[in-house]
């Protein structure tokens, strides 16, 4: 369902092709993949709404593509703190600040890509900054007063689904699909 809702730019961090694959299967193919090293053209692709993939971290064959490292995370975001003159985090701290983002099967855990994110909910206090929205599982031992204050920082409305199975997230991703299209 996920290529009936995107109708233009998409973002993984993922390095595999498995979203690649996804919209392929859909014969919604992607016109070009940007990677987070280079991420130029992809700043054209967003503002003029096409289907575009950018793979923040790169991807698992190329590894001239990736960041996975320490030292390429430093490259690639900043060392001691965030630094917006890098492709990068201007093209997430745009996209933050101007579309909306829906997680999909990821943590949101503390790492450099969350962190830039809560940076930028931070200091945009006084902007109105778009809804986020992330759709995860609300395991049994979860304290939901904590992960409702780590979403809030970081400007992300969780969509909590029951403790597995995991097919409720294909069940929201249909409603949002049949939603999208009335």
Not at 73 to 83: I, L
Not at 153 to 159: A, D, F, G, K
Request: charged share 25%.
């Amino acid at each position: 369902y996920l290529p009936d809702i995107a109708s233009g730019c998409v973002i993984t961090t993922n390095f595999d092709d498995t979203v690649k694959r996804s919209f392929e299967g859909s014969q919604k193919s992607f016109g070009k993949i940007v990677f987070g090293k280079s991420t130029s053209y992809f700043h054209r692709a967003l503002a003029n709404g096409e289907r575009e993939l950018l793979m923040i971290h790169g991807q698992i064959k190329d590894p001239d593509s990736r960041i996975f490292a320490h030292s390429e995370y430093d490259v690639a975001y900043g060392k001691d703190k965030f630094d917006y003159e890098k492709p990068l985090p201007d093209l997430l701290a745009r996209i933050f600040r101007n579309q909306c983002i829906l997680f999909l099967g990821c943590s949101l855990g503390n790492d450099r890509t969350m962190a830039l994110f809560r940076e930028i909910a931070q200091k945009d206090t006084d902007k109105r900054l778009p809804r986020h929205y992330a759709i995860l599982e609300a395991v049994e031992k979860l304290d939901f007063a904590a992960a409702d204050t780590h979403f809030s920082q970081h400007q992300i409305y969780p969509i909590w689904f029951a403790n597995q199975p995991y097919n409720r997230v294909e069940e929201l991703m249909k409603i949002m699909s049949d939603e999208f299209y009335q």
